[in-house]
């Protein structure tokens, strides 16, 4: 599978602080989704998007499926502690493929 | 959304040793993947369980390894075969649930593997 450009690698912020994290992809897809691990767990869905040029919020998180289809980008508004974690962008070309996985944003916030 | 329990959700095997990984869905889903997470790593796609045929596996991944069961459209098991030390990861099902607009991936907790 295709390896997504997920950035940054890592954040170190400060609670009520925004966040933002983006993943960028050469190939097209159809589906992109952000997910949330935390240690020893397995990842969580955050946000699915599926049109290009969506704009999708879920409480505090707002996520957005880019124009070309080969990028999104995820924000977080007023963080708070339990928003530690592995933040990780996910493509899919076409229902029943399986996913193409970002790196991972490690997010930690202190309070 | 599909609720995945994933047994057993963590073990230490000795290498030369082999152990299974079972996934069971809450409702019939067709697609469901086993993937691997290398310790601080992100998630790599062993194969595509298919029901009632082989599994597909993607580059890097042989069956002879990995073997995988799919009985029926709720349970799957992934088998780590002659275990390595290179094998400790954690392994997680992930199974397509919804329809049309609502189709979403769900994973399980994940089994944390540990080979001494």
């Known amino acids: 599978g295709q390896q997504l450009n997920q950035s940054p690698q890592s954040m170190f912020i400060q609670e009520g602080e925004d966040v933002s994290m983006n993943c960028t992809s050469s190939?097209?897809?159809?589906?992109w989704l952000w997910y949330k691990q935390d240690p020893g767990e397995g990842p969580v869905l955050l946000i699915a998007l599926y049109k290009a040029g969506e704009l999708t919020s879920n409480g505090r998180l707002t996520a957005q499926f880019g124009i070309t289809r080969k990028d999104s980008f995820l924000n977080i508004s007023a963080s708070i502690p339990s928003d530690v974690g592995i933040y990780f962008c996910?493509?899919?070309?076409?229902?029943?493929?399986?996913?193409?996985f970002g790196k991972g944003t490690s997010l930690l916030v202190t309070p | 959304s599909a609720v995945i329990s994933q047994k057993p959700s963590r073990d230490i095997c000795q290498r030369g040793t082999s152990l299974t990984i079972q996934c069971q869905v809450d409702?019939?889903?067709?697609?469901m993947f086993w993937y691997r997470q290398q310790p601080g790593q992100s998630l790599t796609l062993i194969a595509t369980?298919?029901?009632?045929?082989?599994?597909?596996?993607e580059s890097g991944f042989v069956i002879d390894k990995f073997p995988i069961s799919r009985p029926n459209l709720t349970f799957s098991t992934l088998t780590v075969s002659n275990m390595s030390p290179e094998d400790s990861s954690i392994y997680l099902c992930?199974?397509?649930?919804?329809?049309?607009?609502?189709?979403?991936?769900?994973f399980g907790s994940g089994t944390q593997l540990s080979v001494l």
């Open positions: 996910a493509g899919q070309t076409n229902s029943g493929y399986a996913l193409n």
């Open positions: 190939s097209i897809f159809n589906t």
């Open positions: 369980a298919n029901q009632g045929s082989e599994a597909t596996y």
């Open positions: 992930s199974v397509e649930g919804g329809t049309g607009d609502d189709e979403k991936l769900f």
């Open positions: 409702s019939q889903v067709t697609m």
